[in-house]
């Protein structure tokens, strides 16, 4: 039997705009041009380049087919609510505004068949309270490999329908919300950093890290990571450990480590965009979604220093390496970490099936995000900074320098944990770049730049 298919883009031509539209009345949806035929590539079974870095599958068809097998597993064994989801319901229910929104985003969905059911036949989530119990089976489990690219986003995948409704956007932009998914994404990563998350790192020929089907996509594994193939999970303690991972010595040579005019690459990623001239406040929510540094850089004094000047962003892969190493020799002026949004896609963008990734410029300035500000050794590129942005429930921020620090080009600066998401390098307009981004132009369909390569030429 045949099922309608329809894209989160085509989507977004039958949804009403709700209450979370009304409080951002700028913001528009975009139904035209590349995204009506993306629509429409989806609609016809065609797969489509929407699912950067391997986070999320390809196609619409396959993430509703995970979706349809987490459902029935649920269903059948809804389990007892995790207290963290417990408190979660309660501030849903208890907060009057919370409340309607996490109603309306459902309620907004279309009742159309194509919306209110999977291509399976099965019910889409419906409410909040199934969405509870869908996340709640997730934050016991560890993500299994697979071919088909599911291996990063499954609470993205839960609310892939309603986190793009006008409620789902003012729902996911909500403080309260936010700093509860904080402590939701925490406890999943207390268990991805426990022993029982090593159950996805065996040689299954599917499903484990190690298997067959795994070896295809990482052939050389064990020669470029740190790793004992003999030791059970190849020596990794945990799942975390294993995301974590770290290159053998020589995988990823610094890019002329005593020329200090040569920027290398700061993480394993896929150029994004290049932007130069950039404003101190801008418009980031609308479809070009321009840098505003001082939302980017969350109001720090040091941001009018960058006003004018260049950035540089690029995306991370789910099977890559996930540290960040800095891009010049210089010492640490400071840090930040900052708390931001988790769900919250640019609704100028229309419906992005794979959820923030086409709002990477959006995410920028709301999501949560870590700062490292670095005087770098050669005086011609100064002030500058890295910026680790989070996105979904690739989030959490670990920075291992501090203030006062001398780093080497090359040399670590901190990681995400369960996987990378997207970066930025930003410097002041007085520095004049040669970009090499390896015969690529920026975009979603860009490939991975090794990291520690050269990126950038500072020019006299």
């Not at 909040?128 to 089976?137: E, F, G, P, S, V």
């Not at 052939?219 to 990571?225: C, D, I, K, V």
Request: glycine letters at 8%; proline letters at 6%.
């Amino acid at each position: 039997m045949a099922y309608e298919t329809t894209s989160r883009r085509e989507f977004l031509k039958f949804a009403a705009l709700g209450f979370g539209a009304s409080l951002f009345p700028g913001l528009v949806f975009a139904a035209a041009g590349k995204d009506v035929a993306a629509g429409q590539a989806a609609a016809s079974g065609q797969a489509v380049p929407y699912r950067v870095g391997q986070w999320l599958p390809s196609d619409q068809a396959t993430l509703n087919k995970w979706m349809a097998a987490h459902i029935r597993e649920v269903d059948a064994n809804p389990g007892v609510l995790h207290p963290v989801l417990v408190e979660f319901k309660a501030l849903i229910e208890n907060d009057p505004v919370v409340f309607m929104l996490f109603h309306q985003m459902f309620e907004e969905l279309p009742k159309r068949r194509r919306f209110s059911k999977t291509p399976a036949g099965t019910p889409q989530v419906r409410d909040y309270k199934h969405m509870l119990l869908l996340i709640n089976a997730v934050l016991t489990k560890a993500p299994e490999y697979n071919t088909t690219g599911l291996v990063g986003f499954p609470i993205n995948a839960i609310l892939d329908w309603p986190m793009g409704t006008g409620s789902g956007f003012a729902a996911f932009t909500n403080d309260k919300v936010n700093a509860q998914l904080k402590k939701v994404l925490n406890e999943w990563g207390r268990f991805l950093t426990s022993k029982q998350s090593c159950h996805v790192l065996t040689d299954d020929p599917h499903k484990g890290w190690f298997g067959r089907d795994a070896k295809k996509a990482m052939p050389n594994f064990a020669s470029e990571f740190q790793c004992d193939p003999g030791k059970p999970h190849y020596g990794f303690t945990s799942w975390d450990d294993f995301f974590t991972r770290r290159f053998r010595e020589g995988q990823r040579p610094v890019a002329s480590p005593n020329d200090d005019s040569v920027i290398a690459n700061a993480c394993e990623s896929a150029p994004y965009r290049i932007a130069k001239g950039v404003k101190r406040q801008d418009r980031f929510w609308i479809k070009s979604q321009p840098y505003s540094l001082t939302h980017m850089l969350a109001g720090d004094e040091l941001a009018d220093r960058f006003v004018g000047g260049t950035i540089y962003q690029a995306f991370l892969s789910a099977l890559s390496y996930h540290r960040w190493h800095s891009p010049v020799s210089g010492t640490i002026v400071k840090t930040i970490l900052k708390d931001g949004s988790y769900y919250a896609e640019a609704l100028a963008m229309g419906f992005d099936p794979a959820g923030p990734n086409e709002s990477q410029g959006f995410i920028t300035d709301v999501a949560a995000r870590g700062m490292i500000f670095i005087e770098a050794d050669n005086p011609a590129i100064g002030l500058m900074c890295f910026m680790a942005v989070g996105m979904a429930e690739v989030s959490t921020c670990e920075i291992t320098v501090k203030a006062g620090q001398h780093v080497k080009k090359g040399e670590q600066l901190g990681m995400f944990h369960f996987g990378g998401s997207t970066h930025c390098l930003i410097f002041r307009p007085q520095v004049k770049l040669e970009f090499d981004l390896h015969g690529q132009k920026p975009g979603l369909e860009s490939s991975n730049i090794k990291i520690n390569s050269r990126i950038a030429t500072v020019l006299p």
